[in-house]
């Protein structure tokens, strides 16, 4: 079974400097793919990262760097130079990638982060 | 990337009614949609794929008949909500596949409803 795990509920960070969301994932699938979503108070679910599980440089988007460590199973989020927009819970999700996978995807609890002026 | 529109976007019903929500896909020919439902402050739950032409795939501990899924078309699958009560009162959002190994999925702006 597969399963996300983000372990950190809540964040401060101050504007301008970096921080990183944590994400873990465990599954037994041979291909997976990887993804971060920001969820801001309006619900819409906005697609910052993706990064596939055989991809051999790890992703990045603008000021959204995805840190990828396959044998620890980890993939968090790292987003440079934060702003006050960036203010927003963030999802870390999975979905099985390979011959007859249903492409659901698979969600961890969030982290709701707070930037500060 | 694909467009997909919920409708309605906030919706408040008594107890005992159904509610239809909508999920189209503006610009993309889906054949799979999925449903996932939001508790205040959780996590996205799947409570469905919606297969174009047959029938959905509930998630366990989802009941099939009182969440109603129809996918009649590429662009349009429906939830509807029957004989809801105040604990069905979630935020609910419908995705697009994109295909795999695409990247992206893409969502639509939500659905809250509220039961009273």
């Known amino acids: 079974a597969q399963k996300i795990t983000q372990t950190q509920p809540g964040m401060f960070v101050q504007e301008k400097e970096a921080v990183t969301l944590d994400c873990t994932y465990d599954?037994?699938?041979?291909?997976?793919?990887l993804f971060w979503y920001k969820q801001p108070s309006s619900g819409e679910m906005i697609f910052l990262i993706y990064?596939?599980?055989?991809?051999?440089q790890n992703a990045t988007e603008g000021r959204y760097s995805l840190n990828f460590q396959k044998a620890r199973k980890s993939a968090n989020l790292v987003i440079s130079a934060s702003q006050l927009g960036d203010s927003a819970m963030y999802f870390c999700a999975m979905r099985q990638e390979y011959g007859g996978a249903t492409n659901k995807l698979i969600f961890g609890t969030g982290t709701l982060l707070a930037v500060q002026p | 990337g694909a467009v997909v529109s919920q409708h309605p976007s906030w919706v408040i019903c008594k107890s005992g009614t159904s509610v239809k929500i909508e999920c189209r896909s503006l610009?993309?020919?889906?054949?799979?949609m999925f449903w996932y439902r939001q508790f205040p402050k959780q996590s996205l739950m799947l409570m469905a794929t919606s297969n174009e032409g047959s029938k959905a795939t509930y998630e366990q501990g989802v009941e099939k008949d009182k969440f109603l899924i129809n996918h009649a078309s590429l662009t349009l699958s429906t939830l509807t909500v029957t004989s809801a009560h105040p604990e069905d009162s979630s935020f609910y959002i419908c995705?697009?596949?994109?295909?795999?190994?695409?990247?992206?999925?893409?969502f639509g702006e939500g659905s809250r409803l509220t039961v009273l």
């Open positions: 599954t037994s699938d041979p291909s997976y793919g």
């Open positions: 990064q596939g599980s055989y991809d051999q």
């Open positions: 995705s697009v596949s994109g295909g795999v190994g695409t990247g992206e999925l893409f």
């Open positions: 610009d993309f020919q889906a054949t799979t």
